[in-house]
């Protein structure tokens, strides 16, 4: 690293997060690590130890993480969730990566091709997110039948995903009836692994009976965006009385109210000081002049801006050198960020922009968005250090 701006990758926390939820939930025989967009900014060198916690099968969106993945000695299951052009269909087969079939148009283009070597294939069900699936049950019969009979072809698995967590809604329900609607003519028996939950439904709605693989995503890296008991009783009775009334109402299949899980987040992103200067009363800071001191004052300038992902949306809200928190004033640049301290804050000294301190939903929340948007804004060529037992293990630069 020859800059000392870097993303911390907490391993110790990602295993404890795979193991905890595996324990709570066992009754899965697969459980698929959603690592796609470079592992929701987390590096995808992550992917070995997450095997070691008990993640059995990996799930992303393209061929290029999938190779990505082998390259990187990656060699249980991996499930492209989105479809890859048929004219690399060998390539996917040469590196045992599974397909997903989504469309009727895409599923008689496959049967054109003469396939030599075994090809495993998922097959997507649009249960009503309206993105990518079948959503015709005529489609589905022929699909699934067409697929069983062609030479080298496995339908290994058949999936959904869901559009909410469906606590306060009935869109769960509706897809899970919409998906046992599609699938009715189909033998389910026949599929070797069925999955419909992701992290969201996993902590909020009981096991479907015939499903067999989860995949974790947000939660996996410690972040359980579950409605959770609050310390004040009062609104924790509100949201009791709330959801019952909506379970009446819309005839909302009962929701688990045990969602507490004990995941770590795992994600960090510091920085260090550049410079430290005082500044004298009347200046203004930065690009378009829009900070000005009404008194002397201290800026600490540090090497992170809008090309190293970190967003102009962040411009204003705190981070942490040395235990106490100071605004970011001016305009977020390019590759620079400036800070409003104090006289203590020295040259070299590290700045946590999100950790323990600054939490990323805190981080997320500011910027109006999602953890999941906020775990994957940081560019990939920002290092990411993985850390175990508090030594570094692994650094992760990308050329």
Known sequence: MYRNTYAEINIDNLQNNVKQIIKKYPEYDYYFGVVKGNAYGHSDKICKYLVESGINYFAI????????????????????????????????????????????????????????SPLKVHIKIDSGLCRLGLYDKDQVKEVVEGLMKKENVQVEGIFTHFATDGVYDVSWDNQYKR????????????????????????????????????????????????????????INRLRKIKREWYNKKHHISKTTIDNKIDVKTAFSLYSEVMQTKKIKKGSFVGYGRIYEANEDIYVSIIPIGYADGFSTRNKGREIVINNKRYPLIGAINMGMVIAKVDETVKQGDKVTLIGEQIPMLEAARYMGTSVYEGSCMINDWVPRVLVKDGKIIEIDEKK
């Open 61 to 116: 969106s393209s061929l290029e993480e999938a190779i990505s993945l082998r390259n990187g000695g990656v060699k249980i299951p991996i499930l492209c969730l989105e479809p890859i052009d048929l004219k690399y269909i060998e390539k996917c087969i040469e590196n045992n990566i599974t397909i997903t079939v989504h469309d009727y148009e895409y599923f008689k283009e496959l049967e054109k091709i003469d396939i030599k």
């Open 179 to 234: 998906f046992i609607e599609l699938t009715s003519e189909i033998d389910l028996t026949k599929i070797p692994i069925i999955h419909l939950g992701r992290s969201q439904t996993l902590l909020n709605h009981e096991k479907i009976s015939f499903a067999n693989g989860i995949r974790l995503g947000i939660i996996m890296y410690g972040y359980n965006t579950s409605p959770r008991p609050l310390p004040n009783d009062f």
